[in-house]
């Protein structure tokens, strides 16, 4: 699929007016008592579930794959090992999320679970605010890239991006609203930037 034809285009415009839609309203609805109130249920029942003591450092590592750092260089590798325009597909992606994820972050300035939750403790570092989860936002941008540009890797990316968002959750660093918001803000701006032809010109078609 690519931004070329009238069908293409009018998707386009779909997923971007969705992806305003959802940066616009997402203040209004972390001011919605009741969803607040099933979001506090909800992440009390996935980090209730509880994290072995012998997978605490597994989990520790995996839940990094979403980090800017790792995907970065995961974009890299896949740049100069043969499959340069879906590393260039993922930088991209992360350009504009990085700065849709972070601007979120400051302005709505959400804490996370365990700043604000008896009984919660976390598992992990984190330096940021908690909404939205950057590591999901980041693991499902690279999906969204993976299905416009390498359709046949999709469905792998995709198991790994929702295993590092649980993950989120059961280390007590967001809330299940975080990663929810994260994950679907994610997939619109990868599959938008990676559904564009502008790098076309640059590389062979895979």
């Known amino acids: 699929m690519r931004w070329n034809g009238d069908e293409g285009g009018s998707l386009q415009y779909v997923l971007l007016a969705c992806?305003?839609?959802?940066?616009?309203?997402?203040?209004?609805?972390l001011d919605y008592q009741p969803l607040l109130e099933k979001d506090e249920t909800a992440f009390y029942?996935?980090?209730g579930l509880g994290v072995p003591g012998h997978m605490t450092d597994f989990l520790t590592v995996f839940t990094e794959l979403g980090s800017l750092y790792f995907i970065i260089i995961?974009?890299?590798?896949l740049w100069v090992g043969g499959h340069p325009r879906l590393g260039a597909g993922i930088l991209l992606a992360m350009l504009v999320t990085i700065l849709i994820g972070y601007s979120m972050k400051t302005l709505i300035?959400?804490?996370?679970?365990?700043e604000v939750l008896s009984g919660v403790e976390a598992l992990s570092s984190a330096v940021?605010?908690?909404?939205?989860?950057?590591?999901?936002?980041?693991?499902?941008t690279v999906t969204g890239v993976f299905i416009m540009r390498c359709k046949r890797w999709a469905p792998v990316v995709l198991v790994f991006a929702v295993a590092i968002g649980v993950s989120r959750i059961m280390l007590g660093l967001h809330f299940p609203f975080d990663v929810l918001m994260g994950a679907v803000l994610g997939l619109n701006i990868g599959i938008?930037?990676?559904g564009l032809d502008i790098d076309r010109r640059l590389y062979d078609e895979e």
């Open 19 to 29: 992806l305003i839609i959802l940066i616009a309203i997402s203040p209004l609805l």
């Open 109 to 114: 300035d959400r804490p996370r679970p365990y």
């Open 192 to 194: 938008l930037v990676g």
């Open 74 to 77: 995961f974009s890299l590798i």
């Open 128 to 140: 940021s605010e908690s909404f939205p989860s950057g590591h999901t936002l980041g693991a499902f």
């Open 45 to 47: 029942y996935i980090y």
